[in-house]
């Protein structure tokens, strides 16, 4: 017997909100920090949120830690990432949570980043960065101004020291990696901000994601995967340097004749080879590719079961379908929702890093015309919960168990593990539903007209 107890999320308002309702919800769910946007696109920014507090009777939910952040307006589109230092010696060790806000500035002009990172009082305040490259310029009071039109929209997405910010008005997407730089003496962190790379657009991007290793467009029938490694790391870059003095702190002194640098610099700061007698350090070097280039061993995969009929013509034609949403769902497969309703499953594989992508995409077979798409990624059970709704009043769980989405040179083997669906809950609510994020594999955030959190308890 399944037993499903549902009550109001009551949360505390930061100082200075407005009254807006809220419009959509962002969730990272290794700290369990929240975030609600609002209709004024302001933006609620809580440090935890504690779903398994045991309440005091049926109809009082558990409370999340207080002391919520407000995010002022006017903000386009806001992402969580983890800053996980890779040098073991540079003082920072712990991740930390980094939410960053996209807005227009100076008119859309320009690009306006915040950077708000979670300190160790539990608390979200503004970061210090520190940032090099001629279009980036850190304001105390505003943040990074980004020299570039802002246009009708952008899109933010994030991961693991990495973010990508794609400009509809531009046609470009922008790749960023973010690192710790130190602290700042009040027990925060400052931040380094990196352009890395530049994708200029040739077809639409309707959704984005940045997951591990990997960079997914959500394109028109189908979607296009990067390797993201290359693209943070930049080119290899050569140069001579004219003969001049070397000084050393020994008192040595070498003079140099056409000396060459032949080092990779990594976007993320780190230097790989060596610094001897005759290298240089130099300056980092963005890349910058067209998003159908072959270069970055790009894989464009497409949906499968879309062809359709022209009603007034024998030939055959595709309805353009967009792929409109895009949720990991392990470490190299992912979950696909387009704009028809209907959910894919891409596997990826790479043999090693830089080599080609091979991708392998299925369609879910199902009755339900899915409008919202929310996956949990749990690591300590064979199976994985996905939810999905209709976009009016329910909502299902779904398990997927002994998943293999992987492809390989047996593809009627990947099919028939896919196979393996369950749907083990349906939940019905008396308002529509507005978005879904999951906590747990037995407990979902649903947005209707005010915010409701739903555990699920299997007896």
């Not at 609002?38 to 002391?67: E, K, R």
């Not at 990997?214 to 290899?236: A, D, M, W, Y």
């Not at 970055?296 to 497409?302: D, L, T």
Request: with cysteine.
């Amino acid at each position: 017997m399944v037993e499903v107890q549902a009550c109001k999320l009551s949360l505390p308002r930061p100082s200075l909100s407005s009254s807006s309702p809220i419009t959509s919800l962002l969730f990272e769910p290794r700290f369990t920090s929240l975030a609600l946007m609002h209709s004024d696109s302001s933006f609620s920014l809580y440090p935890s949120l504690s779903p398994f507090s045991p309440p005091s009777s049926q109809s009082q939910a558990p409370t999340p830690t207080p002391t919520p952040t407000l995010v002022p307006p006017p903000s386009s589109s806001a992402s969580f990432l983890l800053l996980q230092n890779p040098r073991p010696n540079s003082g920072c060790h712990n991740p930390r949570v980094l939410f960053v806000v996209a807005a227009p500035h100076r008119a859309g002009a320009a690009v306006l980043f915040r950077f708000y990172v979670l300190q160790k009082s539990q608390l979200f305040t503004k970061a210090e960065v520190l940032c090099s490259q001629r279009d980036l310029e850190f304001d105390r009071k505003l943040g990074v101004l980004f020299n570039v039109n802002h246009g009708i929209s952008v899109k933010l997405a994030g991961s693991i020291n990495v973010f990508a910010m794609y400009s509809v008005s531009n046609s470009k997407i922008w790749v960023f990696a973010v690192k710790m730089a130190g602290d700042d003496g009040d027990g925060g962190v400052v931040l380094k901000l990196m352009k890395c790379a530049v994708i200029d657009c040739c077809v639409p991007v309707f959704s984005i994601s940045v997951s591990g290793e990997l960079l997914i467009l959500g394109e028109e029938n189908g979607v296009r995967v990067f390797q993201l490694r290359p693209l943070v790391k930049g080119r290899i870059r050569k140069e001579q340097r004219e003969s001049k003095s070397l000084n050393f702190p020994n008192g040595y002194d070498r003079k140099t004749a056409g000396v060459e640098a032949n080092m990779e610099v990594a976007c993320n700061g780190d230097l790989e080879g060596r610094i001897d007698l005759n290298r240089v350090s130099l300056k980092r070097r963005s890349v910058r590719f067209r998003q159908d280039s072959s270069e970055w061993s790009a894989c464009y995969v497409a949906f499968k079961g879309k062809k359709v009929e022209h009603l007034k013509s024998m030939v055959p034609s595709f309805i353009p379908i967009k792929a409109v949403s895009i949720q990991a769902f392990a470490a190299k497969t992912f979950l696909i929702l387009d704009s028809d309703g209907e959910v894919h499953l891409l596997g990826i594989s790479i043999h090693h890093p830089g080599s080609e992508i091979t991708c392998h995409m299925k369609l879910f077979s199902n009755t339900l015309k899915v409008q919202k798409l929310a996956v949990l990624r749990d690591t300590s059970t064979r199976g994985r919960t996905i939810w999905i709704s209709d976009g009016f009043y329910s909502v299902h769980m779904m398990t997927v168990s002994e998943t293999d989405a992987s492809a390989n040179d047996d593809e009627n083997d990947s099919e028939e593990k896919l196979t393996q669906i369950s749907v083990t809950q349906g939940i019905f609510t008396s308002e529509m539903i507005q978005d879904i994020i999951p906590l747990a594999a037995n407990a979902i955030l649903i947005l209707g007209q005010v915010v409701i959190y739903v555990p699920g308890q299997i007896r």
